[in-house]
């Protein structure tokens, strides 16, 4: 077996809130292989959002191994993190988070020029991927043009533009209609398993996680 993307060892995460310690994370061990696509259920409040903040490199206060690609995050300065962290990741969020003054094609270009593909070339990939996404129509309207839907297509585009190991994606379709987010979560998919990359998901939805190589369950800050 090829080595994991993704090695999490005794991850643990605590907050503090006057005198009370709340432990969110405690112990989290989980390996995800190349390719693969792992769905992690937990209700609200359950920590997903905080343990896709540490695997997405995003946050210090952690504790324990986080490791992308075999590189200890742990070890790593600051900008390291930042390498690594843009280097073979991709991120989506429950809101999209795009630029408003950019249309979609910019907002694709614009992850790959900041590590250094030239902008004819980063252009070129951000047509291939919203055409992927069904958005060959749609490439020079900006977001407050767009339906939900397209606006978070746009989002997949951009997490996927710089060829990720790994997406990391927050109830990716958390915010659409139940029809709109079967589409897209089908396009999701799709286009992550075209790519090869590997994609860890953050769902409270067991319909959209069953469609996934693999589910594991946060509860009480403990994967299982």
Known sequence: MSNPVVHLDGLTRSFTQGDVTIDVLRGVNLDIQPGEIVALLGPSGSGKSTMLQAVGLLEGGFGGTIAINGTDAS???????TQLRRENLGFVYQF????PDFNATENVVLPQMVIGKARDEAEARAEELLTA?????????RPSQLSGGEQQRVAVARALANRPALVLADEPTGNLDEATADRVFDEFLGLVRGEGSAALVATHNERLAARM?????LHEGVLG
Do not use: F
């Open 75 to 81: 070890a790593l300065p600051s900008d390291g993190r």
């Open 96 to 99: 999209h988070h795009l630029l």
């Open 213 to 217: 190589d693999r589910v594991v369950r």
């Open 133 to 141: 996404l069904g958005l060959a129509h749609r490439l020079d309207h």
